[in-house]
C-alpha cells in the first residue's frame, strides 16, 4: 500500500482592502460604459423592424433577417473586401517600410540622420486635410483611378508609410544591445539578416501595437476614399456605409447589422496581436 500524499496547505485569503474594492468598482464601470455601446448595436441588429423603437435593450424576437439584408441587398460585401485589402495591404506595407527606417535611423550612422528624423517627425504636425489637395492633384497626374490596380492604389497609397511608425520603430531598436548585433556581424551575417531574423523577433510589440494602429487607422479612413474614388464598385466600408445610412434612412437594424459586422476584423487583428503586446509589457517589466 502506498501512503497517499498530504494536501496541500492551503494559502490563507488576503481579506479586501478598501482601495481594491475601489479600483474594482471603477474598473467594472468603465467596462460597462465600454461594452454597452457595442452591445447595444448588436442586439438592436436583432431586432425587427416593429420592435426598434421599443425601449427594450433585449429584442423580444431576436432574427438575422437585417443580416440577410445587408448581405443579399446590398453591397457589403464589396465594400468590406475592398476595405480588407486596402487596409491589409497598407498594414504590411507601414509594418515593412516603417521598421527598415526605424532601424536604420537608430543602428546605422551617416550624414544628416538626426536632420531627417527631425524632418520626418515634422510630417506629424500638418493635418491630414491640408495633405488632400496635393494628393488629390498627385492621383490625378498619374491617372491612378483609370484602371483597376491603380484605385486601389490610390486609396492606399497616403498610407503606405508612416511617420508614427518610423517614431516608433526607432525608439525600440535604439533599445536593443548594439553589442548582439556586432556579434551577428563578426559571424558573417548580412545586413538584412541581421534586421529580419535577429533585430524584428526583439520588438515584435512595437510591430504588433503598429499594426493594430495602421490597420484601424485604414479600415475607418473615410475622408480620402470618399474624395479620390467615385466608383461604386471601388468604396471602402466606411463610405459604403456611410452612402447606405442615407439610402436605408430611419431602417436601423439594418445601419446596426451593417456597424457590427464592420467591427469583426478590427476585434480579430486585435485578438491576434494582443499576446504580443501582452509579451511585451511582461518582458519589459522584468528587465526593469
Request: glycine share 8%; no cysteine.
Amino acid at each position: 500500500m502506498t501512503l497517499a500524499e498530504p494536501a496541500a496547505p492551503r494559502r490563507p485569503r488576503r481579506p479586501l482592502d478598501v482601495k481594491t474594492v475601489l479600483a474594482y468598482v471603477v474598473l467594472s464601470v468603465g467596462i460597462v460604459i465600454t461594452l454597452f455601446p457595442f452591445m447595444w448595436m448588436l442586439l438592436t441588429s436583432l431586432k425587427g423592424f416593429q420592435e426598434l423603437f421599443n425601449l427594450a435593450i433585449l429584442p423580444t424576437a431576436p432574427t438575422l433577417d437585417n443580416y440577410h439584408q445587408v448581405l443579399t441587398g446590398t453591397k457589403f460585401s464589396v465594400w468590406f473586401g475592398n476595405s480588407l485589402l486596402v487596409a491589409g495591404i497598407t498594414t504590411l506595407s507601414v509594418l515593412f517600410f516603417d521598421s527598415m527606417a526605424g532601424y536604420a535611423l537608430a543602428k546605422f550612422q551617416f550624414p544628416g540622420k538626426n536632420l531627417i528624423f527631425i524632418l520626418i517627425l515634422s510630417t506629424l504636425m500638418i493635418p491630414t486635410e491640408m495633405l488632400v489637395i496635393p494628393w488629390y492633384v498627385g492621383v490625378s497626374d498619374l491617372r491612378l483611378t483609370s484602371s483597376v490596380p491603380g484605385a486601389y492604389l490610390a486609396i492606399m497609397f497616403p498610407g503606405l508609410m508612416s511617420a508614427f511608425g518610423v517614431f516608433l520603430m526607432r525608439q525600440f531598436f535604439e533599445g536593443l544591445p548594439d553589442d548582439l548585433l556586432e556579434a551577428a556581424r563578426i559571424d558573417g551575417m548580412n545586413e538584412f539578416g541581421i534586421f529580419t531574423r535577429i533585430a524584428l523577433p526583439l520588438v515584435s510589440p512595437a510591430l504588433a501595437s503598429l499594426a493594430i494602429f495602421t490597420f484601424l487607422g485604414n479600415w475607418n479612413a473615410f475622408l480620402w476614399p470618399l474624395i479620390v474614388i467615385q466608383q461604386p464598385q471601388y468604396r471602402t466600408l466606411p463610405v459604403g456605409t456611410a452612402l447606405f445610412n442615407g439610402e436605408a434612412g430611419t431602417q436601423w437594424g439594418l445601419i446596426m447589422a451593417a456597424s457590427s459586422l464592420a467591427v469583426i476584423p478590427v476585434l480579430l487583428v486585435f485578438a491576434f496581436f494582443q499576446r504580443q503586446i501582452i509579451d511585451g509589457i511582461v518582458l519589459t517589466g522584468m528587465k526593469g
